[in-house]
């Protein structure tokens, strides 16, 4: 038998495996010194340009990877107020990369004008505003950063027939990185591993919150809650896509479920367990329209995902008290006196305010960031150091650029809703690629959900989910 070596394959896989392995590398450097932190990224795009240049699989690994990492790492460098984190200083290596690959040629989503517009929207009536002109650019700024990360990946998705599920792979594999990484700190929290508390966290891991201890992610890292409404997402598209037994991957489809159940569990968040079961009840129902066996299927998967992450973490050190917590917040759903008080109730007040300041500006709001001095002033009483937020992407949208910018934001969900719809029911489409639209459909509804009640909606992860989304919209294969 003669062995023999395909060269150019070895050095392009290694070339392109050290991108990715880079930006892992980064997230392990996270007690770096910021120079560190600094060149390890640039020495990560100086890699991934060489091979994104011509292998889609790998810029697009280097884009959603690095978006998933941006989620639980800390800022690269912060400039006018705004983060930049790796998914930011990785986008214009891959535009330039994507550009020379395609010959200046660039496919932008159609949902994207309703993007656009939503964001000059709020730029617009932000800069008109004397009392926003300044505080509200930072998040103007990143906004815009969104959409072009929303235009980035929906190109990549698009650039190749294989585009979108190679893209959701790579959205998989993110998944279980930022599940990893956030369980490490938990586990290791809860298990009295030394170097944990004092080394990753400024301020202490655990508080309690309506009466129960709640575990998170603070300061040196983004908050827990963050990823967890991207979970919600990602465990209805990967328990969906798990139905497709014909499919190749069909296994990583189960394992990045267990994965994105897991995040869910470690932040504790009643929206984006809520957010989660809004998408898990649209995979039910496209399953029971299909047929009865297979919606038992679907049950048996759900069944399997739970179980394994149930028991799983069980028999890891503070597992049992992470699912006790998880646990209890899921039943706080169903108890009235949760909307009485606590932060359900606070969240509630929080909106009321913002929506009666409103009164007169509907149509074209206050401004981005307008709403954190009146929340830190009227509700808060000027007695906190943490910024106000409201966790709600509309009702921020609408304060900061009126009816006119959250129109324009729901038209973008709602095109692309309607895009995947239409391709989950076009007789002509094949059954594997209906599944998938039928998978990312529920994810999407799962986002909307949670984007409601957590703050997770101005992360470049976010909107790289929605350009896959508009992506497989726009498929007619």
């Known amino acids: 038998m003669r062995l023999t070596l395909d060269t150019r394959r070895t050095v392009d896989r290694a070339i392109g495996g ?9 997230l392990l450097l996270q007690l770096a010194p910021a120079p560190v932190l600094l060149a390890v990224a640039l020495l990560a795009v100086l890699i991934l340009a060489l091979r994104a240049v011509t292998s889609p699989r790998w810029l697009r690994a280097g884009v ?9 790492a800390v800022p690269l460098v912060t400039v006018g107020g705004v983060n930049l984190r790796l998914s930011q200083a990785l986008l214009p290596l891959a535009f330039l990369a994507l550009l020379l690959r395609t010959r200046g040629w660039l496919e932008a989503p159609r949902a994207g004008i309703w993007a656009l517009l939503a964001l000059l929207m709020v730029a617009l009536f932000t ?47 993110a998944a279980v990185l930022m599940a990893g990484w956030i369980g490490f700190l938990l586990l290791a929290d809860r298990a009295g591993v030394p170097f944990v508390a004092p080394y990753f966290y400024a301020e202490g891991l655990a508080r309690l919150v309506d009466g ?41 489809s189960v394992g990045a479920a267990v994965a994105s159940f897991l995040g869910l569990m470690f932040a504790f968040g009643r929206g984006p367990i809520l957010g989660a079961l809004a998408g898990l009840l649209v995979v039910v129902a496209f399953s029971l329209r299909r047929s009865l066996a297979f919606t038992l299927r ?68 206050k401004g981005a960031l307008a709403y954190r001095p009146l929340l830190f002033e009227r ?47 076009a007789p002509g489409v094949a059954r594997a690629a209906q599944l998938q639209s039928q998978a990312l459909l529920s994810a999407l509804v799962a986002l909307g959900v949670a984007s ?26």
């Not at 190749?160 to 959701?168: F, Q, R, Y």
């Open 212 to 252: 129960q201890i709640v575990f998170q992610v603070v300061r040196r890292f983004s908050h827990a809650m963050i990823a967890a409404g991207l979970f919600a997402g990602l465990l209805a598209l990967f328990v969906a896509l798990a139905l497709d037994r014909t499919a190749i991957r069909w296994r990583f």
């Open 64 to 72: 959603l990877v690095g978006a998933g990492v941006s989620v639980i």
């Open 18 to 26: 050290a991108a990715v392995g880079l930006v892992v590398l980064f």
């Open 127 to 173: 800069l008109i505003n004397p009392a926003t002109r300044v505080s509200g650019l930072s998040q103007v700024s990143l906004f815009a950063l969104n959409v072009l990360q929303f235009v980035l990946v929906y190109a990549l998705a698009r650039e190749t027939e294989d585009g979108v599920d190679d893209c959701i792979r790579w959205l998989g594999w």
């Open 379 to 425: 509700y808060y009483g000027g007695q906190t150091d943490n910024p106000p937020a409201s966790e709600n992407i509309l009702v921020e949208l609408l304060h900061s650029g009126g009816l006119i910018a959250l129109g324009a934001y729901l038209m973008l969900h709602l095109s692309i809703a309607g895009g995947l719809l239409r391709r989950s029911r």
């Open 452 to 477: 409601m009640l957590s703050p997770f909606a101005w992360n470049a992860m976010y909107w790289s989910m929605l350009g896959v989304m508009a992506a497989a919209a726009a498929n007619d294969r």
């Open 298 to 365: 679907l049950l048996a998967i759900a069944a399997v995902v739970a179980v394994v992450g149930l028991v799983g973490l069980s028999r890891l050190p503070g597992g049992e008290e992470i699912i006790g917590v998880f646990l209890g917040r899921t039943m706080q759903l169903l108890d009235p006196a949760t909307y009485e008080s606590g932060t359900a109730a606070e969240r509630l007040r929080l909106w009321s305010i913002l929506l009666d300041d409103l009164e007169g500006n509907w149509l074209v709001g």
